[in-house]
């Protein structure tokens, strides 16, 4: 069973990794999200195996007009493509969200530990990407939040049409503003897909 639980705030893991405060604008089309009542925060790792730690890669926050346009750039045969990726995976989602709704495991990092789809354990991964919503200031526990491992990052990447990839590196380009070349990372905006 999913309900729907609302953290108190946002928990510091979702705030902005520089200023270390929540998001304040939309990284896409920059309007307020002070104001917005609804908006979503992705943020991508990698794991530094050296030294043991996980990296962020980039992260942004994407209000709702900016997450369905991005969805709408989703060419219909790379819709169709990732739903049947989703749908071969949706039994693992329910059996997560069961248990962590029932023994109301409201904490990160029981949310966190593995991955939403596939199970695999995020200290294995060497690239994921985390996403909550946030409703009115506070971070929401219902279907997320979120985390994708590598693994599901490249079973999504392999279905993408060529346009649909295009138009995700026009996202990824707006959110890196030209900055340090991420070439190597899996880029799935999740927020845009779900
Ligand atoms: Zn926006």
Redesign the pocket.
Known sequence: MIRKFLFDGIPSFFYQYDTETPFVR?T????SLVLANTYIVEKVFKQNKYLKVSEIVYEYA??L??AGAAGDEISQESRQAITNVFNAHRDHLTMKLDYLHSTEKYNLESWLERCSFTGKEIRLCNEYAVSCIVENGNMVFEQGPMVVSDEFMEKLQGVLSAETKRAFDKIRDKVFDGSPSIEDIIFSPTPGLI
Do not use: D, P
């Open positions: 939309c896409m089309c920059e309007t994407i209000c007009e900016c």
